[in-house]
């Protein structure tokens, strides 16, 4: 009687132990489960975070590509045309969206398709007040915010090994139709008062200084009376990394700021005199260069106009 006692406990010790066992190797399957699918779960939602748009509304822009047209003029696109710009195959290889990065990217290249007025070939946004319409532009006394965060993704070097240089934003000065016929202009271009550069890792200003002070009204509207200043560098090197710029144009005022923190304001006799003209923003890519295989790409995640 004893010995039986005996097996059977040892048999109920033998059978706790198996199950046991059993539930632990369960468990644990259940765990490595639940570890597997919350890591795909992780990289589904890596993926998606992935995809993004960038936040630039083209409604009241047109574009400008480095490829000729059927009449052998710069392939242009205006609204609401450019709205769908991503599945326009000629825009295509020279304005894109990288989904990956949230951003328009800007391609340029040195082609035989160039604006009037230029040698230089562009890949870049013309601002249009009215959708359509270049004739609807604003002066400096009714003020206008310009305002971008951008990168460099790519450009070329020249033959001493340094890197290109591309024009990012404009403020390109027009004559009114009345103001053309005064001069017997051919067009109605007028010089631009705000050029801002990526040249070789930092930005660069350049804007417009009258040559004879006391010159008059009708002087004034001739490009020839208007010269380059100096220049300016930000000290900030931006390099190939994301940067933002804001541009803010009052009554006889500019001031062009930096990442939040760099400020270069042009308040002169200067910026007064130019309030005669009409004015446009431009964004994007205005390629510096005619070099046998040079290019840039830049990129804009965000471009925001106010008036």
């Known amino acids: ?86 599945s326009n195959e000629i825009a295509r290889p020279y304005m894109y969206i990288d989904s990956t990065k949230g951003a328009i990217v800007f391609y340029t290249l040195p082609t035989d398709s160039k604006t009037a007025n230029t040698k230089y070939t562009r890949s870049e946004l013309r601002e249009q007040m009215e959708p359509g319409n270049n004739n609807v532009n604003w002066t400096f006394k009714q003020g206008g915010i310009l305002k971008g965060k951008i990168s460099l993704e790519e450009i070329t070097k020249d033959s001493e090994g340094k890197f290109h240089r591309t024009i990012i934003m404009q403020i390109h000065g027009r004559l009114t139709n009345e103001q053309k016929e005064l001069i017997g202009a051919k067009d109605n271009n007028a010089p631009p008062i705000l ?78 005199k130019w309030g005669i003209f009409e004015n446009y923003f431009k964004a994007g890519n205005y390629f510096q260069s005619r070099d046998k295989g040079a290019f840039a790409k830049v990129n804009f995640y965000e471009l925001e106009v106010e008036h």
Request: proline share 3%.
């Open 1 to 86: 009687m004893k010995i039986f006692r005996k097996e059977v406990f040892t048999i109920l010790i033998l059978t706790f132990l198996s199950l046991n066992a059993i539930c632990q190797e369960k468990t644990s399957s259940v765990s490595d489960l639940d570890t597997k699918s919350e890591k795909t779960v992780k990289k589904k939602k890596k993926k998606r975070k992935k995809v993004k748009l960038p936040e630039i509304d083209l409604s009241h822009w047109k574009v400008t590509l480095p490829v000729a047209n059927e009449n052998g003029k710069p392939y242009e696109i205006d609204p609401p045309g450019i709205l769908d710009f991503a």
């Open 195 to 272: 050029k801002i550069y990526w040249d070789k890792g930092k930005i660069r200003v350049k804007t417009k200084v009258l040559k004879n002070l006391n010159a008059s009204y009708e002087e004034m509207l001739h490009e020839e009376a208007w010269g380059d200043d100096d220049g300016f560098n930000f000290e900030q090197q931006v390099d190939f990394r994301k940067f933002t710029l804001e541009v803010r144009v009052t009554d006889g005022k500019m001031v062009v700021i930096l990442n939040n923190n760099e400020y270069k304001v042009y308040e002169n006799i200067h910026m007064k």
